[in-house]
């Protein structure tokens, strides 16, 4: 369901004397290759945008023109942590992902009085935080940190794209896609890719259980490769 974000939870901090406040949020942590993104951002208090929210809700040319718009404005400021696949396999994608917020909220200039945060509290964390569930969909300043998050990723996966073109890293950014899924069959997994995620050591039984979600699809995506998979 569509909501429209606002400053709800901004302006009952600012009511206790907190002045400034960054939204923090991520991107891919459930892609099969690629790093994990996260953005931190502080938005100006009278800031306002009537189409600002959750990035996964828009069409991409608006999210990138949203993107444009945060980073040219001198107002806003806001920082990106990475943490690569590398990284990920190692620590796994959890802790991989808090570190990226805590590499993002670290590198802000002037470091906020307090975080939102998308999701559940992240531990450890330098800064005191408010964990809001949705928070991306709710909270200007947390959907202006998944924007920058999740043009910053994109725009990375298409770099690795030309990279590794048998991949199609710019259709489907690493996730797991029926697409993805083939590719990984066809040539196995590149230096990008998760290899602690089990649909990269076995992509073709992700493709079976995709197949019991979405039938047609995969019944297309077996004639296309050749590949035998189970009917749902």
């Known amino acids: 369901m569509y909501r429209r974000c606002g400053f709800r939870y901004e302006k009952k901090l600012r009511a206790t004397g907190v002045s400034r406040i960054a939204g923090i949020d991520e991107a891919g942590r459930g892609a099969l290759a690629g790093p994990v993104v996260a953005a931190a ?30 980073v040219a404005n ?15 396999d190692r620590i796994n994608i959890l802790r991989a992902s808090h570190r990226a917020m ?3 909220i670290t590198a802000l200039i002037e470091p906020p009085d307090h975080v939102l945060i998308d999701g559940l509290p992240v531990i450890p964390f ?4 408010t964990a809001i569930i949705d928070g991306d969909c709710i909270s200007l300043s947390i959907a202006a940190a998944s924007v920058i ?13 030309a990279q590794f073109p048998q991949y199609s890293f710019s259709q489907h950014k690493g996730y797991g896609t029926e ?4 590719k990984l069959h066809e040539f196995g997994p590149c230096p990008i890719h998760r290899r602690s995620f089990e649909p990269v050591a ?31």
């Open 126 to 129: 330098p800064l005191p935080q």
């Open 41 to 70: 951002v502080v938005l100006p208090e009278k800031f306002r945008h009537r189409r600002l929210n959750d990035s996964k809700q828009l069409a991409p040319e608006l999210r990138e023109k949203i993107y444009c718009e945060l």
């Open 179 to 182: 697409l993805h899924l083939l």
């Open 102 to 104: 805590r590499i993002a």
């Open 74 to 88: 001198p107002e806003v400021r806001w920082t990106v942590g990475v943490v690569d696949s590398i990284e990920i």
């Open 202 to 232: 076995q992509p073709l039984l992700a493709l079976e259980e995709l197949v019991k979600i979405s039938p047609s699809p995969a019944r297309r995506a077996r004639r296309e490769a050749g590949v035998s998979i189970p009917a749902a």
């Open 149 to 161: 998050a999740k043009v910053t990723r994109d725009r990375m996966m298409r770099d690795f794209c």
